[in-house]
Structures are given as structure tokens and as C-alpha cells.
DNA sequence: CCCTGATAGATTGTTAGACAATCATACTAT
DNA sequence: ATAGTATGATTGTCTAACAATCTATCAGGG
């Protein structure tokens, strides 16, 4: 156990702050972030905002444009296929390697929360759905018992995020992903790395092209 | 060909400053970076090492402890090998997508970058050693076409640097490099993916080994 | 002699204010 | 309509200040 206790800055807190409010939504992608605005919302100095700022710049998820100022990212689809590209790589990775070492109590804390996810889906509970998604990663990640890739995986899976927002609610998709990720944890449960990667790696891929379809539909219209 | 001109800010010299100084080794794993020394070092104000240094804690080379402030990062064996693991299938792939879409230009750039990383081998110059290797991974990084492979290696390549600074002198490595980055540049010259991918990943483990052995001498020392 | 507590100096966290440089926009004159 | 100009907003940067926290030293008590 991690008995450590850490202060929490006021930046710490404004980092947090701007990267939720990022990846709920609440700014758009593309949207120009004034640091004006953004003292005001946060309550704090502008320097603090700027450092926050240059943080979240080191993260990719703001990208700044010298004396026009910082703006939140925003993906093209090309970017976004790269990005899809390595999650078939590393989470086909995370996958194997968690089925060679999770140990049970992570094995049947996955199938809860896939079980909530189902529930989830059932419910058509859009909100639920995204925090069980998130949920199941989060363990698997961990399980996974490699930190980089986890560190990378969440840099990836925030950028894709600003994407997503809509993939999801696609007609179909949610029970489609709901039997991808059975077959992960199937996998996984099975201590079969080499189905886990493949299935993880076939979630992706499919996951991919939802999003390029609802991607060019949303240019079509 | 990008025309684009951008006015050179402070706190991006400084960032890339740091950034070098950290890669160089002129500032050492694990040291503590005081904000009023590199303000001197620096010539800049205090907020612009401030903004500077938490870009840089977002590309993960600088850990902050609140109320401590922020150092070097210093790399485990643990996470060592972590990176290793990543690199294994990035630069696999990144290797394959060259063997397919590298253009005549870039594979012959390779081919020439490759030859003088062996003629620095021949003359044991170390240093020249760490820019034809940088070099050759710049175009194979770049001929691989996606962009976000590219950013993650360069970031992974950054942080096992740090630890890298003594590999490439252990005897025998760098001829035995030579010729495994051949092997890589037969492939893509070839246009073969998957032996590339191989290459790549073999050349990826046996500079962990090298590293691993490394460390190993180096804290029985 | 070791532990506790106090003191002082250094460093960080945070804010406020200032000003030049640059950008965006609207307006004007030709 | 185009070019040029004035104007306001925003960013980039610095200085100055102060409270909170850390670190190390040192004195006193058991």
C-alpha cells in the first residue's frame, strides 16, 4: 500500500481542472483557451494558468501558436488513424501481457466492471457506459504491469477521446463493443496472451472504423 | 514544402535548451534543477523557467515533488525495461511502414546515413556515433509516415537516453549495431515489412540486453 | 550519546502589476 | 474595392513581493 500524502498545488488542481474540462467537452476541439477567461474560471493567477497551459502543451492535448496563444487540439483524421494504428500495438500488448500476469482479484474485478458495462448498454445509460469503458481500461492497464505503456495508452486514449465523443452512440456499436471487450477478458481470464492481444487488437480496429465512418458522415452533413 | 515561419519565443529556447542540456548529460539523472540557477544559466525570468520546466515535466524528462520542486528524471532498471518493451514494437513497426511507403530519396538518405555511422565506428568516434544514429532514426522515422509514432519514439528515445550515455562504449556494441541497423535498412531497401519489423525489433532487444548488462556492472560497481 | 525541538536560510508556490510586441478588426481614404 | 491606418484585445516577458515549506544546523534534555 501507498501511504504517501502529497499537498495539491493550486496548478496541480488547475491542470486536473483544464484537462477534464477538455476531454468532457466543455471546450471544444480547436477552441482558442484565453488566459484571461480561463483566471477567471479557474480562480487563480495568470501565471498559474500559463504554466497549467505549457503542461497540457508537454501532454499534447493544447497545442500553442506563438502570439496567438494556446488552443485545444484538434484532431484531423489522418491523426486520428495513427493514433488507432498504435493503439493496435500497445493495448494488443497491454492485453497479452495481462492475461500472462493479472492476478485474480484484477481478472474478476475486469469481469465486473464489464458486467456493469452490459448493464450499461442495456440501459442505454450513454454517461455509464463511458466511465465503465474507462473503468475496464483502467484495470486492464494496470494489470498490465507495464507503466509506460499505460502512460501512453491514456495520452492516446485522451486524444482520441476528443474524438469519440460521439462514435459510441452509433447504432449498434455499444453492443458490438460490449462483445469485443467480452472476448478481451475471455481471453484474459483464459491466460491465453495470444487471443488477448487479437482480440484486443480486433476491438481497435474496429473502434477505428466506427470512427471513420461517423467521422465522414459528420463531413457529409 | 512548408513555408511557414514562426517567431522564436524565450521559454521555447528555453525549453529546447533544457531539453538538450538534460539529453547531453550536462545535467545528470536524478539533479535537482533549481529555478534560480537556471534563471542565471538561462538569462531568463523566473516564470519563463517555471512555464519551461513543467513543459518539460509533460514530456515526462522532468519529475516535480510539490514544495521540493523538480529534477532530472531517473530512470529504474523497472521502467528501463518497460521502454525497451515499447520500442520493440514501435520501431517494428514504424521499420515495416518504411519498407512500404519510404521514398527512393529517403531509403538512399538511410543508406548514406548508415554509411557513415559505420565509418564513425571505424574511427571510434563516440560522438559522431550518437548523431549518424540520431540521423538514421530521423529519416526512418519520418519515411514510416505516421506522425504519432514518430513523437512517441522520439519522447521514449529521450528518456532512455538518459540512461543510454555508456551502452554504445561497451565493447563490441557498436559494430555489432552496425550491423543489426544494416540488416534494418537491407529490409526496407528490400521493401520488405516483415523482415524489417524483425530487424527493427531484433536491434530493440539487443540494445536492451547491452543496457541491461550495463547497469548491472555498473551497480555491482 | 541519542533524540527532540528550535532557529535560520534557501527554495518553492503564488499573486499582482507593468509594458512592449503582436494580432484581429473595423474604419477611412483613395 | 483595395490599401493603409487606427484601435482594442491578447500574448510574451519581466520585476517584485510574500507566505509556506523544506533543509540543515545547533542547542538542550534524557
Redesign the interface.
Known amino acids: 500500500m501507498d501511504l504517501r500524502v502529497?499537498?495539491?498545488?493550486v496548478?496541480?488542481q488547475a491542470v486536473d481542472k483544464l484537462r477534464e474540462a477538455i476531454l468532457s467537452g466543455h471546450f471544444a476541439p480547436g477552441q482558442r483557451l484565453v488566459e484571461a477567461e480561463l483566471c477567471r474560471e479557474l480562480g487563480v493567477s495568470r501565471?498559474s494558468v500559463?504554466?497549467?497551459l505549457?503542461?497540457?502543451?508537454?501532454?499534447?492535448l493544447v497545442a500553442s501558436?506563438?502570439?496567438k496563444g494556446p488552443s485545444v487540439i484538434a484532431l484531423g483524421w489522418e491523426?486520428a488513424a495513427?493514433?488507432y494504428?498504435?493503439r493496435v500495438?500497445?493495448e494488443g500488448?497491454a492485453a497479452a501481457l495481462a492475461a500472462r500476469a493479472a492476478s485474480p482479484a484484477q481478472r474478476a474485478a475486469m469481469a465486473a466492471a464489464l458486467d456493469t458495462f452490459d448493464a450499461a448498454v442495456a440501459a442505454r445509460d450513454s454517461a455509464g457506459r463511458i466511465t465503465t469503458t474507462a473503468r475496464f481500461y483502467d484495470i486492464l492497464l494496470t494489470a498490465c504491469g507495464?507503466?509506460?505503456?499505460e502512460?501512453?495508452l491514456r495520452g492516446?486514449h485522451a486524444r482520441i477521446s476528443l474524438l469519440r465523443s460521439r462514435s459510441m452512440s452509433r447504432k449498434g456499436r455499444a453492443e458490438e463493443s460490449a462483445r469485443e471487450m467480452r472476448a478481451i477478458l475471455n481471453a484474459v481470464v483464459a491466460r491465453e496472451p495470444d487471443a488477448a492481444r487479437a482480440a484486443a487488437a480486433f476491438h481497435v480496429r474496429a473502434a477505428c472504423e466506427t470512427a471513420r465512418a461517423v467521422m465522414q458522415e459528420h463531413l457529409a452533413a
Open positions: 502529497a499537498p495539491v498545488t496548478q496541480a501565471g500559463r504554466e497549467a505549457r503542461r497540457l502543451e508537454g501532454e499534447r501558436v506563438p502570439n491523426e495513427q493514433i494504428a498504435v500495438l500497445l500488448e507495464n507503466g509506460v505503456i502512460e501512453l492516446l
